[in-house]
């Protein structure tokens, strides 16, 4: 058995994909979309990061999200290149850079080199997950497409929640390099599984030209115009949601970890949730979920000075943002039918694009009107979104992947 994994391994003999059922497929992508997402987990040693290469915490801050802005430029086109190449070497290839990209950051002292090697990681990441997400929905029997793909989505979630409260432990307790150590090890042990038990698929060869045609129509442009609202609605709040606990709602340190990791594994079973409630009722999922973020925005507003709404509101926050992955990768896999690589890496870039712009937008709000102001941005681009896509729904009427 050792010596078919190790000649499996060096001489390229593929495991038979009718030797191994499509859940098994399933759970190893997801371990390897988990595994691809740890280097977003560094968010919480940007300290570390700023003592190991003697910089600034504004210049470690913007080394951190160099990650996020990569994906979403890359996201666009990065797709649809890798998209003809057989899978198993496109998920070995992809999966090898991040390796070997961690592992080069792990011994480097220069800024500019682990920059470097960040950037060129994350501009492949698109490719992986875009590719994951076409391949689960290749596999899954009929009826389970859209399970599956929520199932890569929690990897994605599970990836950067689980991810960083041990990057952050390790960074705070042993220093950066044990902490990107630790990613390193992780990006190893899942091309590791790739490797091994990942049979071969064919990839999709098409020209290029044809499904990039796709983004010049006006369903595309609108669609993709109301969702991106979306993210940057919740980013706006989230990302200033631990400054408002601590200012508005005095929750500190030890007790605010703990309320924002349960957040997390909240926002994991919204994923999850929104899967579901896409199935059942896709339509109206994508019009009463900004209605209802909305609503909850507008309460944390008028009760922001009491503690137990506070705290409920914020849970219920969690569920919905988890939710949006699924609206948002559901509504550009509806526009883009032809082609789920091109319509995966336009998600991606949404979603990564959206969170960059909110995150802008929440500091300027911050810095000149208050932090209460954050839900008053955030209610705004809900409300742009929900009038968007109730357009492109309701008067254009696109044709949705379940409707």
Known sequence: ??????????????VDIMKIDSKSLLYILMMAT??????????????????HFHTSIAISGLYVSSFTFTIAVCGLFIPI???????????????????ISNLVIVFSNSLSVSLFFRVLSAAFYPAFISIALTVCEEIAPEGEKQDYITKILLGISVGS?????????????????????????????????ILVFFPKIPGKSKRFDAPLSSLKSVEFVLASLGIVMMPIGASIVYNYMPYFLQTVSHIYTYNLSILLFVYGIISICGTWIGGKLILYKDKA??????LVCGLVFS????????????????????????????????VEASVLPNSP????????????????MGTAIGGFLVTDFGVMSIFVGGF?????AFLMLYYVIEIMKINLKYG
Do not use: H
């Not at 058995?1 to 593929?14: A, E, L, P, Q």
């Not at 290149?81 to 390796?99: H, N, Q, Y």
């Not at 041990?166 to 950066?176: E, P, R, W």
């Open 34 to 51: 988990l595994g691809i997402n740890t280097p977003l987990s560094i968010v919480g040693i940007i300290s570390q990061i700023s003592t």
């Open 1 to 14: 058995m050792i010596c078919n994994i190790v000649f499996n391994i060096f001489f390229g003999v593929s």
């Open 341 to 356: 690589e091109l319509a995966n890496g336009v998600f991606l870039s949404i979603l990564n694009g959206g969170i960059a």
């Open 81 to 99: 290149l890798f998209s003809k190449f057989e899978r198993k070497i496109t998920f070995v290839s992809i999966l090898s850079v991040f390796a």
């Open 299 to 330: 309460l944390f507003y008028l009760f922001a000075q009491y503690l137990i709404p506070v705290l409920m509101l914020f849970m219920i926050f969690g569920v919905l943002d988890g939710m949006g992955y699924n609206l948002i990768q559901y």
């Open 161 to 193: 929640i689980v991810g960083l409260p041990i990057t952050t432990a390790l960074g705070t307790v042993f220093g950066y390099q044990i902490a990107m150590l630790w990613i390193f090890a992780i990006n190893f042990l899942t091309l590791t599984l």
């Open 380 to 384: 705004a681009f809900l409300m742009v």
């Open 285 to 290: 999922t994508l019009l009463i979920f900004q």
